[in-house]
């Protein structure tokens, strides 16, 4: 098999706290907001991988609640698997992949992170299975899926 028709695998927690607000974090290669997360380690089992990129990336020990959705990034060829989740310790800090951290109300997402992004907190926030979507990195691609107004 061609190293160019495998995928890579990342995990992502939409954290939610007790005022119904979602973590999200500043990039520092790109300064774009996202939720915490990254790729998993070969050997890593999935909620362990979730823990570790968040508490790399935030100082936060969470608790993983559910899987709300499944996005596929057609360009890059990435499989995105995002949990909710919610905090059980640690500190919330600055790290090496972050430069800022801040919690939003759901009317922020849409307007200050990219659709592919937002699209995946919102599934998160709300209570219908997990979600299954195709993305090109920034926007949703358009089919069945349903778009961010």
Do not use: C
């Not at 968040?54 to 993983?64: A, D, K, M, Y």
């Not at 905090?87 to 430069?99: A, D, I, P, S």
């Amino acid at each position: 098999m061609a190293a160019s028709s495998r995928h890579s695998v990342s995990v992502a927690a939409v954290i939610v706290n007790d005022d119904d607000q979602v973590l999200v974090t500043r990039r520092r290669d790109n300064g774009h907001w996202e939720p915490p997360g990254g790729v998993l380690e070969l050997a890593e089992s999935i909620l362990d991988g979730l823990r570790r990129e968040v508490r790399e990336e935030t100082g936060l020990e969470i608790q993983p609640e559910r899987l709300t959705g499944v996005y596929k990034n057609m360009q890059l060829g990435i499989v995105a698997l995002v949990f909710r989740a919610r905090v059980v310790g640690g500190q919330l800090r600055e790290t090496e992949e972050t430069t800022r951290a801040e919690w939003w109300r759901r009317e922020a997402i849409i307007g200050r992170m990219d659709e592919a992004y937002a699209i995946r907190v919102l599934d998160a926030l709300n209570d219908a299975g997990p979600a299954v979507r195709a993305h090109d990195g920034m926007s949703i691609l358009q089919g069945k899926e349903p778009r961010i107004n």
